[in-house]
């Protein structure tokens, strides 16, 4: 696996690995790594060619006050991972390898950013796509990997890739969890271990928002109102607590179509969101990704 900083020499690689006739998968990160990752990459080795991600933690998306300075490093071990993984190139950029003082160009895609995480977040979004649209332009992989743990960044991004028509096919990963069904996530690092115990709480309101569907229940406010109270019973302070369609992020009354459930709160100190999608035709229901090939012409 070959590390490299520099935009221009991450080109020349894919250019070269392109020439050789292989097809590109690209796995963003922002580092510390861990099993969801590890399967995203997994995705990426079985589907493409030649396999490159990167680790950059974008100060962009942090808003003031968030954990940019305490967010977890760890370049050598995450880059003995992905070597482990097949991974042919790492993309280990600096700040100024992808930001000058000069920039004035930004992205926003409206209606989608300033919802759920968004409202809580300000801003959060806009840096995300501003970095995704700029690594997409850097690697230019046929194909990117997003973890349906970020479900609103995966609808996001999608929208972007297809409104910019950034040629790339954006593919959606499944949630991987832990035994007690907590989400991985990097932030998971921050728990205690009485946080860490009802932390599980987060997956288990959502889980059984999702049970109470597979029994018939089609009204979202009842569902929704429960999450609530068992995320505050566990001790969260609660940011949200939804159900949303899956493609416009806008609450619903009725359960029907595809559909987010989605919660979203503070433990101890440490912002946890967790989701599950569904798709809900009359009585059948079926736990979905939120991927939408369909929105762009290279899905
Ligand atoms: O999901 C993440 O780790 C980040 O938001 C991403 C997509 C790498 C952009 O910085």
Known sequence: MKTIAAPRAVREEIDRAKRG?????????????????????????????????SIFVNPKQFGAGEDLARYPRSLDRDAELLASLGVDLLFAPGERDLYSPR?????FVEGLSNVLCGAARPGHFDGVVLVVAKLLNI??????????????????VQRMAADLDIPV???????????????MSSR??????DARRRAS???????????????????????????????????????YAAIVDGETLRPVEEIRGTVLIACAGALAGTRLIDNVALRVDGGA???????????????
């Open 21 to 53: 006739g292989a097809t590109v998968g690209f796995v963003p990160t922002m580092g510390a790594l861990h099993e969801g990752h590890a399967s995203l990459v997994r995705l990426a080795r079985a589907r493409t060619g030649f396999v490159a991600a």
């Open 139 to 156: 690697v230019r992989p046929d194909e990117a990997y997003f973890g349906q743990k970020d479900a609103q960044q995966a609808v996001i």
């Open 169 to 183: 096919r954006i593919v959606i990963g499944a949630t991987v969890r832990e035994a007690d069904g907590l989400a």
């Open 201 to 239: 709480a987060l997956y288990g309101a959502i889980a059984e928002a999702k049970r109470r569907v597979e029994a018939g229940e089609r009204s979202a406010a009842p569902l929704a109102a429960t999450m609530e109270r068992r995320l505050l019973e566990a001790g969260f302070g609660v940011d």
């Open 103 to 107: 920039d004035r160009t930004r992205v």
């Open 188 to 193: 998971n690092a921050y728990l205690d271990a």
């Open 285 to 299: 229901v079926e736990e979905v990704l939120l991927a939408f090939p369909e929105w762009s012409r290279y899905g």
